[in-house]
């Protein structure tokens, strides 16, 4: 059940550059067994981590990453990740599902309403872009951290909004940010002996061959406007319903 689900999660990473993590945590919780919810987590975060690295390097040799601006929002984003994964390792871990799911939707509908902007092929981390990419990037990590996710269906709408660039050059340049955001959350987690190593292993496993076919897929897709944005809004509704439908009654 761990590498099939790592097999998910990089497929996902692959496609869309993010709901890696949070398809990753409930994985983990409802259908590998793991019991408490930080350790799905802090787990997650360093499975999801590696598992980035790997779509990454797929997106770079397809020459879909913008290297400049993946540091620059990783680099901010790193700060916040710290502050954010320490304030969530305190939170109870149902009320982080369920708010993390309301802040999906709100994300997806944004998503949906700009799905028809292509972006600008040749658009760069410039001097005047770089306080809004900063900005960008420091506020996702914040949210990554917090939620234990790698944050990629944040980082991907934050670098389209801040840049300009087309989803695809996004997917693959978020990917530079989700790795370094999930290696920050695990580390901090591992700190307070939240993170299952072996499971991890095993996730990171199912994962490298799940991102070599969702890089390919989403390639085929991009050159298809907005068919990319599409998939990655309906990912986004259909897993923020399941985690409501799930810490809901929890929560209750």
């Not at 944050?151 to 695809?168: E, R």
Request: proline share 3%; with cysteine.
């Amino acid at each position: 059940m761990g590498a099939f689900s790592g097999v998910l999660v990089g497929f996902t990473l692959g496609l869309v550059g993010g709901g890696g993590s949070i398809l990753a945590v409930p994985l983990m919780v409802y259908l590998v067994g793991v019991k408490n919810p930080h350790i799905a987590i802090g787990t997650s975060a360093f499975a999801v981590a590696v598992n980035a690295a790997m779509g990454l390097m797929n997106h770079a040799k397809a020459a879909n990453v913008k290297w400049r601006c993946g540091a620059m929002y990783a680099g901010s984003g790193i700060v916040g990740a710290v502050l954010g994964s320490s304030a969530g390792k305190a939170f109870n871990g149902q009320k982080l599902l369920f708010m993390f799911a309301l802040v999906m939707l709100v994300v997806g509908v944004l998503m949906l309403r700009g799905r028809r902007n292509t972006g600008t092929p040749g658009a760069q981390c410039t001097r005047e872009k770089a306080p809004k990419v900063l900005g960008f990037g420091l506020g996702t990590g914040i949210f990554s951290g917090f939620f234990g996710i790698g944050g990629g269906f944040l980082i991907v709408p934050g670098l389209v909004a801040s840049t300009g660039m087309p989803i695809l050059n996004a997917v693959g340049t978020s990917l530079v940010a989700v790795t370094a955001f999930g290696l920050t959350t695990a580390v901090n987690y591992a700190l307070s002996g939240l993170v299952n190593w072996n499971l991890a292993l095993v996730f990171i496993a199912g994962g490298f061959f799940g991102s070599w076919f969702g890089t390919r897929i989403a390639k085929l897709l991009a050159g298809k406007t907005g068919r990319l944005t599409t998939v990655f809004s309906v990912l986004i509704f259909v897993v923020a319903g399941y985690m409501l439908f799930r810490s809901l009654p929890a929560l209750l």
